[in-house]
Nanobody, 112 residues
């Protein structure tokens, strides 16, 4: 079992930046992947950034950067040049073998 606790998020004006954090209850070194997803009202949850165990990353948004601090068991999502369409609930995800674990979600609202 893994608990993921998210922090960060909130209200920001368009063009601003935010950083989300996701603290895991145990060492993230052996996690197969860590990712960030978002879900806007009326839409399906979608992947926005992912980092694998060996450090490979992939992004759905070029304005985002995913990183991890293994010593702190924490993953981050840096979001820059935010747009109103980035408004959503953001979730962190950990993949360990065939299991998925999710954070509690955090609201990001971008005002125009």
């Amino acid at each position: 079992q893994v608990q993921l606790v998210q922090s960060g998020g909130g209200l920001v004006q368009a063009g601003g930046s935010l950083r989300l954090s996701c603290a895991a209850s145990r060492n993230i070194f052996n996690f197969d992947a860590l990712g960030w997803y978002r879900q806007a009202p009326g839409k399906q949850r979608e992947l926005v950034a992912r980092i694998t165990k060996d450090g490979r990353t992939n992004y759905a948004e070029g304005r985002y950067t995913i990183s991890r601090d293994i010593a702190k068991n924490t993953a981050y999502l840096q979001m820059n040049t935010l747009k109103p369409e980035d408004t959503a609930v953001y979730y962190c995800n950990a993949q360990i073998g065939s299991f998925d674990y999710w954070g509690q979600g955090t609201q990001v609202t971008v005002s125009s």
